[in-house]
């Protein structure tokens, strides 16, 4: 069965795409951390980031960081954190966190947000790219 994350790879889920290239898959959050906070996924549903393909890994991170420049600039926080957790989706995926300090990772503190507010981070982002 397919990860919820590739259903919206396949566009079986609509999202609020950030990112997409050949080997991954960037969009926001739905229940963030704090607004901006974005996920970037490989296209190859493998569960930990151990067993993820060298190039998709790579990729990963190479994006992770243009996404999180774009992220910062749009939200003007103090750093991008990023977060490989594992445990909410088995699908290898990264969290792109707007932060301001060490209080602003966490997850529980993650809740619903107006879709206005998210179309508008969402927008801003993208201009950032």
């Not at 420049?69 to 954190?81: M, P």
């Not at 957790?85 to 602003?104: C, K, N, R």
């Amino acid at each position: 069965m397919s990860s919820i994350f590739t259903k919206i790879i396949n566009g079986e889920i609509p999202s609020l795409k950030i990112f997409e290239d050949e080997w991954t898959y960037s969009f926001l959050d739905i229940r963030p951390i704090q607004l901006g906070h974005s996920l970037i996924v490989p296209k190859t549903e493998v569960d930990s980031f151990l067993d993820v393909d060298a190039k998709e890994y790579e990729r990963v991170f190479l994006n992770a960081k243009k996404i999180s420049t774009a992220i910062q600039n749009a939200t003007h926080c103090k750093r991008v954190g990023l977060v490989v957790a594992g445990y909410e989706v088995p699908h290898f995926h990264v969290h792109m966190i707007p932060t301001w300090d060490m209080s602003d990772f966490d997850f529980n503190s993650a809740t619903e947000v107006d879709p206005v507010d998210l179309k508008n981070i969402h927008e801003r982002i993208l201009k950032n790219l």
